[in-house]
């Protein structure tokens, strides 16, 4: 049963129970809304930071890129002359350019060395990122799908309970296309119809009979007391938990349509 169900249980039947469950309402409509917002704001700006994190990552390798092609600073080259001098005083040229050879491959790999973790932790940062912004626009996409398929269920006049529409939603058919445009099809005989196709379908079925609202009129003595301002399900009807049994019964429903 669901909480506002056990709310209405428990009031009195003198307490205005239209009003409280239209407030409901609204409180859950502002609180999707308001969910649906906070998501499109964190996907954004997960978005944004993957991106500066990729141009972070590029200016990166540029900065060092001229080390990696020249493999010079001033302070090597002076270092190199200096030596270069000294060995020319000292031996001629004699292994100048093993010597020189050597230095080099040693610079080099000193700065692979110092860039290299750099550049992986950036790496590391980036692939985060994409994953966080991916994980938080596949939880907008299943929000924003539940949200259409709640209100078709109000646009159909239907109270399922949350294990149908469990049910139902994992047996859907949803894509994203360009410009983030959503298509749903609905399980239905076998195969998916287009939502719009079967909410003309379902709420004449077996099961959205079963489903459908009936909204009882507030009329005069204890029964329309009690159903005053309330939609119930068939079953509930049925059930006689409103009074309405025999005659009483048949001519409710036959009054509402929902009998030949």
Not at 123 to 147: I, M, V
Request: glycine share 8%; aromatic share 8%; charged share 35%.
């Amino acid at each position: 049963m669901a909480f506002l169900d056990l709310v209405m249980e428990s009031l009195r039947d003198d307490v205005d129970k239209g009003t409280i469950q239209t407030e409901f309402a609204t409180f859950e409509a502002e609180a999707g809304t308001k969910n649906l917002k906070g998501l499109i704001d964190k996907n954004n700006e997960l978005l944004t930071e993957a991106k500066k994190a990729k141009q972070d990552h590029r200016l990166l390798q540029e900065k060092y890129q001229i080390f990696e092609e020249q493999d010079l600073t001033p302070e090597s080259v002076l270092t190199m002359r200096n030596e270069l001098e000294a060995l020319q005083s000292s031996t001629g040229s004699e292994n100048i350019d093993e010597r020189l050879k050597a230095q080099y491959e040693q610079g080099k790999k000193a700065k692979e060395d110092e860039i290299r973790p750099l550049l992986e932790r950036k790496d590391t940062e980036l692939n985060t990122s994409l994953e966080t912004a991916k994980d938080y626009r596949s939880r907008y996409q299943d929000f924003r799908a539940r949200s259409v398929l709640q209100k078709s269920m109000d646009t159909m006049n239907l109270d399922v309970d949350e294990f149908w529409f469990e049910g139902m939603f994992n047996r859907c058919n949803i894509e994203f296309g360009e410009e983030d445009k959503m298509s749903i099809g609905v399980f239905h005989d076998g195969g998916h119809l287009p939502l719009e196709d079967w909410m003309k379908i379902f709420p004449d079925t077996e099961q959205g009979k079963k489903y459908r609202r009936a909204p009882l009129n507030s009329g005069g003595g204890a029964n329309g007391s009690e159903a005053s301002h309330y939609s119930a399900t068939m079953e509930d009807i049925q059930s006689g938990k409103f009074g309405l049994e025999g005659e009483a019964l048949d001519k409710f429903l036959t009054d509402k349509g929902y009998t030949d």
